[in-house]
């Protein structure tokens, strides 16, 4: 066992700050990582105010961060996969149970036993899991993946959140080439998602609160933008998309855009309010739709998403910020004012 030097938040209602956490010494299948830069999700945000008080609730204190890129320090010695400087990533999940049918087909992400980067129970060292806003972090090698060379690393980190959480849905629902695609809210998902969905050659619309990011929008690859407040605009779009990507951190009307599907079409919700959402019955009947969600992505889509990034050179806009700034960046998180993605440069820990 080490010390690592961390921010965490002690309570609910406390800002985070500096600390010193425990982090296990390197095990057979174990990958060391000194983290460069970890993305700030609005999950973060919703664990570390105990949001999501029904379902996960926090313990503290709590260090988040599964966004996390760094350097291999150390590995144990049955480790194949890294050696001491390569590249390496870790995102939502550090382990499984490895033999139930969904770990089996690479749907780690389903395991009934799997567990998460921050606030899961920590089957090593007791206590719970510490997420990447830290120096350092220990990982079995299954879990940490491979950063292509090319990434710009403070950009790639917010891959292993939300990229994942937006290429995975896509994949499954088949987005493709043709297709009318909408994102709802242009934050950190969902500005992935607009890049996806580019990629992947669907007409892009995305959906925004906020007037002063059309300008980006049509930057990050979408065809077209409504505000959503003017129910002209929506009312234009009405039984139209195949797939509408919901990435809104907050309450909202839903039926909104289930209305905007066509017949057949899919509402997938990957943001995850801390309220119940209400859904109108006839919106869904009416054109035989579908609402879904989706949760991150399992460890051989990640891979297969990070090299999608190397060959097209996608990576998150990020606003890289030293971790004194982190409680700063959560209000501005809030207020929907981060283009488009936060990325803590670690380095600025060392310094506490
Ligand atoms: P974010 O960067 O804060 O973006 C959220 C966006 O939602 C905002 O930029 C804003 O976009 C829109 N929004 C915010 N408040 C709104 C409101 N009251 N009404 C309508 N739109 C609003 O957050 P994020 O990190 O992308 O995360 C988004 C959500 O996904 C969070 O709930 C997060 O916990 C969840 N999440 C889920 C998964 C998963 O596995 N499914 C993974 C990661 C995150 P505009 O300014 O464009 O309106
Ligand atoms: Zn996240």
Redesign the pocket.
């Known amino acids: 066992m080490y010390k690592a030097k961390a921010y965490a938040a002690p309570s609910q209602t406390s800002p985070l700050g500096s600390t010193n956490i425990s982090r296990r010494d390197p095990t057979d299948q174990d990958v060391q990582i000194e983290i460069l830069f970890c993305g ?4 973060d945000l ?1 664990q570390v105010r105990n949001e999501w008080k029904e379902v996960m609730p926090t313990v503290y204190p709590c260090v988040p961060g599964h966004e996390i890129v760094g350097r291999v320090t150390k590995v144990g010695a049955g480790v194949t996969k890294f050696k001491a400087g390569d590249l390496a990533a870790v995102g ?1 999940m550090v382990d499984s149970d490895r033999t139930c049918p969904e770990c089996q087909a690479g749907l780690e992400q389903f395991c009934p036993n799997f567990t998460l980067t921050y606030n899961f129970p920590d089957k090593h060292l007791g206590g719970v899991t510490y997420g990447g806003y830290s120096d350092s972090i220990v990982v079995d090698q299954r879990f940490v993946l491979h950063v292509p060379s090319n990434l710009n690393l403070a950009g790639a980190a917010p891959l292993l ?2 990229g994942i ?1 937006t290429y995975s849905p896509m994949r499954h629902w088949g987005v493709t080439k043709g297709q009318k695609v909408g994102i ?7 500005h992935m998602g607009v890049k996806f969905a580019h990629a992947l050659g669907a007409h892009v619309v ?5 007037p002063n ?1 059309k300008d980006d929008a049509l930057r990050l690859g979408a065809d077209e933008v409504v505000i ?1 407040k003017n129910a002209d605009e929506m009312q234009k779009h009405a039984g139209s998309f195949h797939f509408i990507l919901d ?6 009307d839903i039926n909104a855009y289930i209305n905007l599907l066509r017949r057949d079409g899919n509402v997938v ?5 801390e309220k119940p959402l209400a859904v109108s019955a006839f919106g869904l009947l009416m054109g035989r739709r579908s609402l879904s ?4 992505g399992g460890i051989p889509e990640t891979q297969e998403m990070l090299d999608f990034c190397g060959k097209h050179n996608v990576t998150a806009d990020v606003e890289v910020i030293p971790i004194q700034k982190v409680n700063e960046a959560y209000e501005r ?2 207020k ?1 004012d ?1 283009k ?2 936060f990325s803590i440069d670690m380095a600025s820990l060392k310094s506490e």
């Open positions: 700030i999700c609005h999950s919703h939502c959140c939300a959480t709802v809210g242009l934050g950190g998902l969902g995305v959906f925004s609160t906020s990011k959503s990435a809104v951190s907050a309450d909202h919700l990957v943001g995850a309010p969600g989706s949760p991150i998180l809030l929907s981060v488009y993605r």
